[in-house]
């Protein structure tokens, strides 16, 4: 068993975080080090209590941090499931109202090299946050700066059927 959080012995730069950062990034080592291997379930949530003496609150956050960093899946009546042993480094940029759409479109141009429509997996429907099976219009593309000659980004833009239309090959 191992010992409470004891945030002293660690780094300096440790002691001012929050319990829920310190218990997630002790569980995102264990993963990583093949401590909880792939595919095994993770201690109950009661027992991480007792492990990392914290409340279930501050579990429950911790392990929504390795949920977000798509470490472990979770499952009512099963237990949080190790599902990779690599933390996902995806850039996921969400907007949600119209008006926050100039800002982003403001200092780049898009040069779209492919539309087309895609059904959501289990995989995108999770990085879409929608049910599986939904339609999405897929347009990718390369973001440029201020005109330059060379690429900043590949991005990849979903938008939802409904709301996708035709969608122009030569976008901002």
């Known amino acids: 068993m191992r010992s409470p959080l004891n945030v002293q012995s ?6 001012h975080q929050p319990q829920y950062v310190l218990v ?7 993963v990583t080090s093949g401590r909880y291997p792939v595919g095994s379930l993770l201690p109950t949530e009661f027992d ?3 492990q990392f003496g914290v409340s279930r609150h501050t579990v429950r956050e911790a392990i929504r941090r390795l949920l977000d ?8 009546g099963i237990g949080t499931t190790v599902k990779a042993n690599r933390v996902e480094t995806r850039y996921v940029q969400t907007t949600a109202k119209i008006a926050d759409l100039p800002r982003y479109v403001e200092d780049t141009l898009l040069v779209t090299t492919q539309a087309e429509e895609v059904i959501a997996d289990e995989v995108l429907a999770e990085l879409l946050k929608c049910p599986p099976g939904q339609r999405w ?3 990718t593309g390369f973001r440029h700066v201020n005109k330059g000659k060379l690429p900043m980004a590949l991005t990849d833009i979903y938008i939802n059927a409904a709301y996708g ?7 901002r």
């Open 10 to 15: 660690r780094s300096p730069l440790l002691a």
């Open 24 to 30: 997630a990034q002790r569980l995102i080592e264990d």
């Open 48 to 50: 991480l209590c007792t």
């Open 69 to 76: 960093r798509g470490l472990v899946t979770r499952q009512r």
């Open 137 to 139: 219009m897929k347009v």
């Open 165 to 171: 239309g035709s969608v122009n090959s030569s976008a």
